[in-house]
């Protein structure tokens, strides 16, 4: 439920202006809130009084805007996204708990569809042995069954099983981040962030598509990751990179429509 502090409320009608779901009302010079709505928090941040809040959220976490504190020069950012490679060769160096926490936000901060927020992130890290051995252990039992939904990947299995070295799903990355989702679109989009954060602090990132996959047909593997009643929306290693690009991969030229 949103709050208006009335002693600070000057009915200046911003908050009931750009409210989407027409929640709010000004009367008597005050904005007053109408009933529920998805608590996206713009008349929040649109207050310039700061007389808006909903203690559901914690407020301590808002920051005000300041002249420079939002801005990146668009050809910066292009280059960000065209320089961002997929990593498969990662350094023998833990995510510190600040990267944790950075790439976290990147994905809390993003946009989620009706503003459900319901997105899960999990890092794997200090028990990332201990979890590749459930996986692979958990393909093979899944392999051994008929009509296995991991029949795909019996060839990098038994490769893996030949040579430790030779792991397509874990390559040698210090993390797993897994985002958990109902709503696909909202952990991709998450995912995206995580990873242009990630880059722009060194890290690398792989979005693992066949992991994504393995873990969503293993059984008792939700439980273990806290995430039972979500999807596993997208599956990415992290690390620090041990390969340097030194120029932009290639592309087709952009399919592209403009009416
Ligand atoms: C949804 C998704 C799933 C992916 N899954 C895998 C994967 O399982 N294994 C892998 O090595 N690369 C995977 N990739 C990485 C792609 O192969 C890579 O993005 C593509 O070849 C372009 O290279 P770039 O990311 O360096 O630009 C995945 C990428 C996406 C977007």
């Known amino acids: 439920m949103i709050r208006i502090n009335t002693e600070l409320c000057i009915g200046c009608g911003k908050c009931a202006g750009n409210c989407s779901a027409r929640n709010i009302l000004i009367c008597s010079g005050k904005a007053q809130v109408q009933g529920e709505c998805f608590n996206c928090g713009q008349c929040v941040a649109i207050c310039p009084q700061n007389a808006v809040s909903i203690p559901e959220y914690d407020m301590e976490d808002i920051a005000e805007y300041k002249k420079d504190s939002f801005c990146v020069e668009p050809d910066i950012l292009l280059n960000m996204i065209k320089f961002r490679r997929s990593i498969r060769n990662f350094k023998d160096k833990k995510l510190t708990s600040d990267d944790i926490r950075m790439l976290i936000q990147a994905g809390r901060y993003t946009a989620t569809a009706s503003n459900r927020q319901d997105c899960r992130f999990i890092v794997v890290q200090d028990r990332l042995q201990e979890f590749k051995q459930l996986v692979w252990d958990g393909i093979g039992e899944q392999l051994s069954t008929e009509n296995s939904p991991l029949e795909e990947f019996r060839g990098i299995y038994l490769r893996k099983k030949k040579d430790p070295a030779d792991d397509k799903l874990f390559f040698n990355a210090q993390a797993v981040l897994i985002v958990a989702s109902n709503i696909t679109e909202d952990a991709a989009l998450a995912a995206q962030n995580i990873e242009l954060t990630a880059h722009a602090m060194g ?57």
């Open 203 to 259: 890290l690398g990132i792989l979005y693992d598509g066949w992991l994504n996959n393995v873990l969503s047909n293993l059984p008792d593997i939700s439980k273990w990751l806290h995430a039972e009643n979500k999807r596993f929306g997208v599956t990415m290693l992290a690390g620090y990179p041990a390969v340097r690009f030194v120029r932009t991969a290639p592309r087709r030229k952009a399919d592209s429509v403009i009416l």
